[in-house]
């Protein structure tokens, strides 16, 4: 067992003899305080930069203007912001046509289907039946049914003879 203590006391030696571990944070340390501390003096510089907002801009604009240019800059604003929410209510009104209209369209396409599904369902009629009326002859006795025969009212000439009309009277 000799052995195997000299092996282990001979990989241990260079361990305890190279360089100490406990200069590395006394290195680091001085570094990260350094540079938080430049930072910290260059956020304090350009302080003004990160807390001066748009609106305090406006308001130190708007105090060196007139009374009548503050009134009239303040119309300005109030017209503005009216305009926006009437635009708001705008875009609100438009949507709520669209989703109706998109309803009127599904509505649409639903029947055009249910349509479409009837009339192929429907029997065709059959070839062997009567034969189809002409469109002029459809028209003809369509107009027959409804009108009834037209009755002359006169004289009627019979053979091409020239019709001689009677007395006319005069009605009262």
């Known amino acids: 067992m000799d052995l195997i203590d000299q092996a282990a006391a001979s990989d ?10 406990r200069i590395l944070p006394v290195l680091v340390l001085p570094l990260v305080l350094v540079g938080s501390c430049a930072a910290g003096a260059w956020l304090w510089a350009n302080l003004q930069d990160f807390v ?10 708007t105090m060196s ?11 300005i ?4 912001q ?3 929410d009437e635009i708001a209510e705008l875009n609100r009104r438009i949507d709520a046509q669209r989703n109706a209209l998109k309803a009127i369209l599904d509505q649409i396409t639903m029947l055009t289907s249910r349509i479409d599904s009837l009339q192929s369902s ?3 009629p ?7 009326l002409s469109p002029a002859r459809a028209i003809s006795s369509a107009a027959r049914k409804r009108f009834g025969r037209s009755k002359p009212q006169g004289p009627v000439s019979v053979g091409g003879a020239p019709v001689i009309a ?3 009277t005069a009605a009262p």
């Open 77 to 80: 604003k109030w017209a503005q």
């Open 122 to 124: 429907t029997p065709v």
């Open 52 to 61: 001066e907002t748009p609106e305090s801009k406006d308001v130190a604009s």
């Open 65 to 75: 203007l007139s009374l009548e240019d503050r009134a009239s800059l303040f119309e």
């Open 126 to 132: 059959s070839a062997a039946s009567e034969p189809p």
């Open 12 to 21: 241990l030696r260079p361990l305890l003899h190279g360089p100490s571990r």
């Open 82 to 84: 009216k305009t926006d």
């Open 166 to 168: 009677g007395p006319k």
